[in-house]
Nanobody, 117 residues
Framework: QVQLVESGGGLVQDGGSLRLSCTTS????????MGWFRQAPGKERDFVAS???????DYANSVKGRFTISRDGAKNTAYLQMDRLKPEDTAVYYC???????????WGQGTQVTVSS
């Protein structure tokens, strides 16, 4: 059974930085695309960033130039470095792992990020 555990959320001021981590169990990590999503109160869950097994990355327009996704295969961990945070980045952040058929099949429990103005 694949499990994803996020950490690193918290409260930060406008313009600050946080780094989220997502550690996975199982042997699927190194061969699958990882991603980060976020959900603000009353809104749908939105894509933030993804990284393939070869290191190719993709970002939502709203975070390009401020967020950086990376992964460490030896630690089975993916990271989301968030710089120049804004109040509108406040949300619960979820990491996700693509399943065999290419859908986001596995999800973490989420970690709260709050940016104060």
């Amino acid at each position: 059974q694949v499990q994803l555990v996020e950490s690193g959320g918290g409260l930060v001021q406008d313009g600050g930085s946080l780094r989220l981590s997502c550690t996975t169990s199982g042997r699927t990590f190194s061969s699958r695309t990882m991603g980060w999503f976020r959900q603000a109160p009353g809104k749908e869950r939105d894509f933030v960033a993804s990284i393939t097994r070869s290191g190719s990355t993709d970002y939502a327009n709203s975070v390009k130039g401020r967020f950086t996704i990376s992964r460490d295969g030896a630690k089975n961990t993916a990271y989301l470095q968030m710089d120049r945070l804004k109040p509108e980045d406040t949300a619960v952040y979820y990491c996700a792992l693509v399943g065999v058929l290419g859908s986001w099949n596995y999800w973490g429990q989420g970690t709260q990020v709050t940016v104060s103005s």
